[in-house]
């Protein structure tokens, strides 16, 4: 072989090396952990909901530049709408299936920066059972009653809905000590209709937290127990000084925190005097700082929480004891 054609043979091999060990051009890689959601049967009134992980097998960032459902039915919660090489987000799915019966086929469109996956498509389906039941809800599902005095009664209007389609029966109301029913005893909430609800509360002690939750048993699917949960507390007086400005007025409490402090400005024309401070929530202790306030003058208190008495969501509150003073003027003449 002459040395031309063996030089030939050595640039010809070079080239195909080359070709061989080029790195692919770098790009995002969409990947999904499922591309079909069968929600098998269902009933009318429900929202199922399912998520879908996305994740980025590629070198680039992954771009999410839109995510449309072919119904107003589904709704799309997208978590990241840029995904880092490696890493993954979340798309969750809601359907509302009041609207339907029978099978349904719906569909959720992804479009990316991936150019081997520019749009790619979920699939929603499904078979809907007509609901005949009644389906209860109640609102408000919280009341907070705040600080109330021994001698007050409070109300609370209410509703109890029912979104089924048979009429829904009341079988029962549960209430804790201190509330009542001031309205007519409900027995039935027609379907796709309510019915207003007034329960009043008197305190039945002096002093103490209000909790609980008024219970409300139906014949809804699955024996439907209706709750609303109760908060606030018996103070001595549910009126606070007018002359007192307190700041802060909430407090979240959490490890590392469990000493509340509350700064307090007289901001009337008299003196004032704090005598003492409750709280619904377990104390480790507290610290008054001057209990006599002239106007204009500020002072603090300090509240120590134990916190082997709290949960996470415990709610309580604060009620300060405070000395005003009372004028009496006598008529002329006397």
């Known amino acids: ?27 995002p890689r969409l990947a999904l952990s499922a591309t079909k959601w069968d929600m098998g049967e269902i009933y009318q009134w429900t929202n199922p909901s399912t998520t879908i992980y996305i994740s980025n097998t590629g070198d680039r960032d992954l771009e999410i530049t839109n995510v449309l459902a072919s119904c107003g039915c589904t ?3 997208l978590s990241e709408k840029v995904i880092k090489p490696g890493d993954k987000g979340t798309l969750r799915i809601d359907f509302a299936s009041y609207n339907f019966s029978g099978k349904v086929n719906k569909i959720v469109r992804l479009s990316t920066n991936d150019p081997a ?69 409900p027995n039935l909430a027609k379907a796709r209709g309510g019915i207003p609800v007034r329960f009043g509360y008197r305190p039945p002690r002096d002093k103490g937290p209000i909790e609980g939750e008024i219970k409300v048993k139906t014949s809804g ?25 307190v ?8 490890p590392g925190g469990w000493t509340l402090t509350l700064s307090i400005k007289n901001d009337g024309a008299s003196p004032v005097t704090l005598d003492g401070v409750d ?26 929480l134990d916190p082997k008495g709290l949960r996470t969501g415990t709610r309580g509150y604060i009620y300060l004891r405070v000395g005003l003073p009372v004028e009496v003027v006598a008529p002329a003449g006397e």
Do not use: H, W
């Not at 439907?224 to 400005?245: F, H, M, P, Q, W």
């Not at 700041?247 to 959490?254: D, E, K, L, S, Y």
């Open 1 to 27: 072989m002459s040395f031309y054609k063996k030089a030939t043979c050595f640039v010809l091999a070079l080239c195909m090396a080359a070709l061989i060990v080029s790195p692919a051009s770098a790009a």
């Open 75 to 77: 709704a799309v919660f």
């Open 117 to 185: 996956a520019e749009t790619t498509d979920i699939t929603v389906a499904g078979n809907i059972s007509e609901d005949k039941a009644g389906m209860g809800s109640i609102s408000p599902a919280e009341v907070d009653l705040g600080v109330v005095a021994p001698y007050e009664t409070r109300y609370i209007d209410a509703e109890i809905k029912n979104s089924g389609n048979v009429d829904l029966n009341i079988l029962g109301i549960e209430m804790p000590d201190g509330f009542f029913l001031d309205s007519s005893v």
């Open 221 to 245: 699917r699955e024996g439907n127990l209706l709750t609303i949960k109760l908060a606030g507390y018996i103070g001595e007086s549910a009126r606070g000084a007018d002359t007192l400005v």
């Open 247 to 254: 700041t802060p007025t909430g407090f979240v409490a959490g």
């Open 279 to 304: 709280s619904s929530l377990d104390l480790s202790g507290q610290e008054l700082g001057d209990s006599e306030l002239r106007p204009g003058d500020t002072g603090t208190v300090k509240l120590m």
